[in-house]
Antibody, heavy 118, light 110 residues
Framework: QLQLQESGPGLVKPSETLSLICNVS??????????WGWVRQPPGKGLEWIGT???????YYSPSLQSRVTMSMDTSKNQFSLKMNSVTAADTALYYC??????????WGQGALVTVSS | QSALTQPASVSGSPGQSITISCTGTSSDVGAYNYVSWYHQHPGKAPKFLIY???NRPSGVSNRFSGSKSGNTASLTISGLQTEDEGDYYC??????????FGGGTKLTVL
């Protein structure tokens, strides 16, 4: 069964870079008809799509985050990652890695809480 | 691109049916049949309910159904159960090749 698990620091200082990794089990991230992404949820708020990365490492990002976000893949480790620079308190959120068929999201990781604070 | 518009809350009694709307524009909901729905219990990751407007993934109860008319998509839950409580989110693929979510709807089963 396909499973995703996020990992990374839970606390990041303002203006620094948030880095998260998603480990994928039971399916190769190189599969051509299935893609990978990130969705975040600030405490008590709704879901926000961050971006999607395709098997060929083509990426699509939310316009509001595009200037600060980079997604990449490591096929040797079967994992993909998210980097977001110049973070502020507004980036404090639960970050989910997701599998995606480009227009839907399943499965979801359990989520990684990232707090931006000095 | 703005978030899709959902009612903040809806409620119903066990056994009843409710409908949650998700309104977008001709650049997202109205452009493609690429609307999906998710259910989130407090403290849990969202669960995938509906894809491409009206399709249920394997394992999702047939009490959940989706539809679309113009720029508005809808999720209907029939035979409400207490376990259906929680937050519901719609999402749509857009003509800019991005995905946007609705603001979420809190369902209370009275």
């Amino acid at each position: 069964q396909l499973q995703l698990q996020e990992s990374g620091p839970g606390l990041v200082k303002p203006s620094e870079t948030l880095s998260l990794i998603c480990n994928v089990s039971a399916r190769s991230i190189s599969w051509k008809t299935f893609y990978w992404g990130w969705v975040r949820q600030p405490p008590g708020k709704g879901l926000e799509w961050i971006g999607t990365i395709y098997y060929n490492e083509k990426t699509y990002y939310s316009p509001s985050l595009q200037s600060r976000v980079t997604m990449s893949m490591d096929t040797s480790k079967n994992q993909f990652s998210l980097k977001m620079n110049s973070v502020t308190a507004a980036d404090t959120a639960l970050y989910y890695c997701v599998g995606t068929g480009s227009n839907w999201f399943d499965p979801w990781g359990q989520g990684a809480l990232v707090t931006v604070s000095s | 691109q703005s978030a899709l518009t959902q009612p903040a809350s809806v409620s119903g009694s066990p056994g009843q049916s409710i409908t949650i709307s998700c309104t977008g524009t001709s650049s997202d909901v109205g452009a493609y049949n690429y609307v999906s729905w998710y259910h989130q219990h407090p403290g849990k990751a969202p669960k995938f309910l509906i894809y491409e407007v009206s399709n249920r993934p394997s394992g999702v109860s047939n009490r959940f159904s989706g539809s679309k008319s113009g720029n508005t998509a809808s999720l209907t839950i029939s035979g409400l159960q207490t376990e259906d409580e929680g937050d519901y989110y719609c999402s749509s693929y857009t003509t800019n090749r991005i995905v946007i979510f609705g603001g979420g709807t809190k369902l209370t089963v009275l």
